[in-house]
């Protein structure tokens, strides 16, 4: 696994087969930031990365601006992993040991954007978009990514798109103003 761009491209990262993770492959990577920077601006962003694993979409986030980072798994090897690379990288963000399916129901902060790799047959993933757009973890014009099995439909009012990489698929959310949110503007 390697970083594709910015400030740490190229950086190879050896995770421990102890880390039970399915990393995202450079392929589908690129394509998603393709995607992502078609809609937002990445430099300075606050991202939250759920169900972590190795790291891999921690850092590349940081590697292209994302002013803050905080990588979320409840595997203590993953954590400690992704805690040194943060340190070798000198990357700033944190990682916090939590289950990664509620951690955004307890979070105090808000983020720009939410990026969530569940493993594909976790129980409840379907529903974790709308809790995670319903919270106060992600900011009104944020978006929240899902990176799932193709055979997931997890779709709401709030999904902008959906693309099949393979076996698996990425599910665009964007979290809209409320009428009364738009009112008080």
């Known amino acids: 696994m390697r970083i594709i761009a910015g400030k740490y491209k190229g950086h190879v990262i050896h995770a421990p087969k102890a880390i039970p993770a399915r990393p995202t492959t450079d392929r589908s990577k690129e394509s998603l930031f393709n995607i992502l920077l078609n809609k937002m601006d990445l430099e300075g962003i606050r991202v939250l990365d759920l169900f972590s694993g190795t790291g891999n979409m921690a850092y590349e986030f940081a590697s292209r601006g994302a002013k803050e980072v905080i990588a979320v798994d409840q595997n203590a090897t993953a954590v400690r992993f992704i805690s040194d690379t943060f340190k070798k990288l000198g990357v700033e963000g ?62 709401n009012e709030y999904l902008t798109e959906q693309r099949v990489y393979g076996q698996s698929a990425f599910s665009f959310y964007q979290k809209t103003p409320t009428f009364d949110q738009i009112l008080e503007s």
């Open 94 to 155: 944190r990682v916090v040991r939590a289950n990664a399916m509620s951690y955004h129901k307890k979070v105090q902060e808000s983020f720009d954007l939410i990026f969530a790799d569940p493993p594909y047959a976790l129980k409840g993933i379907a529903e974790l978009p709308q809790a995670v757009l319903e919270s106060q973890a992600l900011e009104v014009g944020g978006w929240f990514i899902m990176e799932h099995g193709t055979q997931l439909k997890p779709g």
